[in-house]
């Protein structure tokens, strides 16, 4: 299976201030269609995730242009521009290149 | 709006069966691949199964393999899980998802399985 690894595993920022989680994969997530499959998503306290980044650098349907994807084979990132209030929660990355779909371990985020 | 709505969870024996439900609504249910999710209390996500649109394809994670047992009815924009033999660390929310790349959630149902 392929592992995810995420860091920091917490961040507490100012609001206004920019913001940055890494992912790293055990192995490339490059499939062989050409595209690779790493996605972020944010789970808010009491929620149920939401999708924020798709295929690395796609953002999905509604999300701010604050949040950012970047990265190929097994090192991303997800940066946020400036971090609001409502941003507060757990971020975390997954896989899908490959079967089993994995996820890091997640990154809580919180503000100062 | 996509909406997935989640039931069938409970307490339930170490041993013991469940079935949950998923209903879709807000999309055409029978386009998509579907998936399930969970998360242990206090801990972090894991995908368990995914299912493709005509059902002929399924997916499971090693933990959960011969013990349960993705389905849906198109018929009834309906996703299940069934559950069985099941073990304490099989308890969690049990998250209904759109996409075998999850896009949508539903709110979730919690499994526990404790004697």
């Known amino acids: 299976d392929i592992v995810m690894t995420q860091t920091p595993l917490s961040l507490s920022v100012t609001p206004g201030q920019p913001a940055s989680i890494s992912c790293k994969s055990s192995?490339?997530?490059?499939?062989?269609?050409?595209?690779?499959?790493l996605y972020w998503y944010l789970q808010k306290p009491g929620q149920s995730p939401q999708l924020l980044i798709y295929e690395v650098s796609n953002r999905f349907s509604g999300v701010p242009d604050r949040f950012s994807g970047s990265g190929s084979g097994t090192d991303f990132t997800l940066k946020i521009s400036r971090v609001e209030a409502e941003d507060v929660g757990v971020y975390y990355c997954m896989q899908s290149t490959l079967l089993p779909r994995t996820f890091g371990p997640g990154t809580k985020v919180d503000i100062k | 709006e996509v909406q997935l709505v989640e039931s069938g969870g409970g307490l339930v024996q170490p041993g013991g069966s469940l079935r949950l439900s998923c209903v879709a609504s807000?999309?055409?249910?029978?386009?998509?691949?579907m998936s399930w999710v969970r998360q242990a209390p206090g801990k972090g996500l894991e995908w368990v199964a995914c299912?493709?649109?005509?059902?002929?394809?399924?997916y499971y994670v090693d933990s959960v393999k011969g013990r349960f047992t993705i389905s849906r009815d198109n018929a009834k924009n309906s996703l299940y899980l069934q559950m069985n033999s099941l073990r304490v660390e099989d308890t969690a929310v049990y998250y209904c998802?759109?996409?075998?790349?999850?896009?949508?959630w539903g709110q979730g149902t919690l499994v526990t399985v404790s004697s």
């Open positions: 299912l493709k649109q005509d059902g002929s394809e399924k």
């Open positions: 998802a759109r996409g075998a790349s999850p896009s949508f």
């Open positions: 192995q490339s997530l490059l499939h062989s269609d050409g595209k690779t499959y």
């Open positions: 807000g999309f055409t249910f029978s386009s998509y691949w």
